[in-house]
């Protein structure tokens, strides 16, 4: 079966920099819908950015808008999160997804799948 990977998580302090990777192990997921999630301590998992199975559009929730952008290179079947000035609210497990079926601009978990093990993030004011 087909998986996803991610990578580069870490603790930084408040307004630090982390750029976070998501690998598929098939070139299919170059063909989906993908999305980041997070999910906080004490927190149901979040969908914060999702980006189209042609990379041109990109979605965010309203937390990270402005702070984080999404890309993917389709080369390396690879989905990129590049998250700046963080804070503390957004430390937690950072796992990727691909879309099922849908708007790709609709990020509810219930519409994804083939999730990944995720990575921490660790942010300390």
């Known amino acids: 079966q087909a998986q996803l990977v991610e990578s580069g998580g870490g603790s930084v302090q408040s307004g630090g920099s982390l750029t976070l990777s998501c690998v598929g192990s098939?070139?299919?997921?170059?063909?989906?819908?993908m999305a980041w999630f997070r999910q906080g301590p004490g927190k149901d998992r979040e969908g914060i950015a999702s980006?189209?199975?042609?990379?041109?559009?990109?979605f965010y929730a309203d937390s990270v808008r402005g702070r984080f952008t999404i890309s993917r290179d389709f080369g390396a079947n690879t989905v990129f999160l590049h998250l700046n000035n963080l804070q503390p609210e957004d430390t937690g497990v950072y796992s990727c997804?691909?879309?099922?079926?849908?708007?790709?601009?609709?990020?509810?978990?219930?519409?994804?799948?083939?999730w990944g093990q995720g990575t921490q993030v660790a942010v300390s004011s």
């Open positions: 997804a691909a879309k099922v079926s849908g708007h790709c601009g609709a990020i509810r978990p219930s519409d994804f799948d083939n």
């Open positions: 098939s070139a299919k997921f170059n063909r989906r819908c």
């Open positions: 980006i189209s199975n042609e990379g041109t559009g990109r």
